[in-house]
Every structure is written in C-alpha cells, then in structure tokens.
C-alpha cells in the first residue's frame, strides 16, 4: 500500500488545489494574519498554488501571490481608516476581482 502524500500548506510548490481548498486555506491564512509571517506566507503560498492550478505561468502566480501578500494586511489597515486613498481603493477593488476568479473559475 502507497502511504497517502503529505499536503504541505506553505510550500510554492506546484499543485492543484479547488476553490473550495482556496476558501478553506484563504481563511485559516486569514486568521493567522495575527501571527503576521505564517499568516502572509500561507495566503501567498496559497494564490500561487491556485494560480498555478490554471495552468499560468510562474511569473504571473509569483506576480499575484506578492500581491496577496501585500493586499491581505492591507486590507484590514484600509478598513480602520476613516480616510482613505483612491489608489488604494483601486488596488483593494483589483484585488477583490482576482481573488473572487481564483476562487470561481473552474479548473481546465
């Protein structure tokens, strides 16, 4: 008998996870943000992974899991302040749509 491979959660490895897996990941990374590096690391690790299940290309899953890594912090930064840019408004906005298609879109 195959012993079951062991799922590594913070690796940029390449593999395929669902959208439902993106959610699960995307929240648990959520919730570490507190810890800030485990927190970060997971969500990049995750877009990249996810991205990768589409079959992009490594600089464009390396471009968006940055973003990730930026736009997760951020976004909770964004949400306590009263005043905020119209930069930052278009890059949370950009945001919002990349994530809601690496969680939708169907795999190929």
Do not use: C
């Not at 810890?35 to 471009?63: D, H, M, Q």
């Not at 940055?66 to 949370?92: K, T």
């Amino acid at each position: 008998m195959e012993k079951p491979k062991k799922i590594n959660w913070f690796d940029f490895k390449k593999t395929k996870i669902s959208g439902t897996a993106y959610l699960g990941r995307m929240i648990v990374g959520n919730l570490l943000i507190i810890l800030v590096i485990p927190g970060i690391w997971l969500i990049a690790s995750t877009v990249y992974k996810r991205s990768r299940s589409f079959e992009w290309n490594t600089e464009t899953s390396t471009l968006i899991a940055i973003f990730a890594a930026i736009m997760a912090p951020l976004n909770f930064v964004l949400d306590a302040v009263q005043d905020v840019n119209a930069f930052f408004l278009a890059l949370s906005l950009l945001w919002m749509v990349l994530h809601l298609i690496l969680l939708l879109k169907m795999e190929i």
